[in-house]
Nanobody
Framework: QVQLAESGGGLVQAGGSLRLSCAAS????????MGWFRQAPGKEREFVAV????????SYADSVKGRFTISRDNAKNTVYLQMNSLKPEDTAVYYC?????????????????WGQGTQVTVSS
């Protein structure tokens, strides 16, 4: 069982930056592939970024590539999402998720545990 808690969301102007954190409970955090997803009002939850349990493999949605960076610190049981050059279309609730595998991939059903989400609002 893994419990996840996101933090770091907020209101930012377009072009600004935020860093989201996701703290995980449990002593086996390093055995989980981690992902970030987001959901805007009236839209389906969508993939943002993923990182393998070792941190050596990452992947990003085309819409955030070059602007967002996912990283993890297994000693701190935490995964991060650094978001730069934010755009109004990045506005959403951001969720972190844990997959019981080396690499969770881009699909929502691949993930076993989810946080409650943190709101990110980008004003124009």
């Amino acid at each position: 069982q893994v419990q996840l808690a996101e933090s770091g969301g907020g209101l930012v102007q377009a072009g600004g930056s935020l860093r989201l954190s996701c703290a995980a409970s449990g002593r086996t955090f390093g055995r989980y592939g981690m992902g970030w997803f987001r959901q805007a009002p009236g839209k389906e939850r969508e993939f943002v970024a993923v990182i393998s349990w070792s941190g050596t493999t990452t992947s990003y949605a085309d819409s955030v590539k070059g602007r967002f960076t996912i990283s993890r610190d297994n000693a701190k049981n935490t995964v991060y999402l650094q978001m730069n050059s934010l755009k109004p279309e990045d506005t959403a609730v951001y969720y972190c998720a844990a997959a019981s595998s080396f690499y969770g991939g881009v699909k929502v059903p691949n993930y076993d545990y989810w946080g409650q989400g943190t709101q990110v609002t980008v004003s124009s």
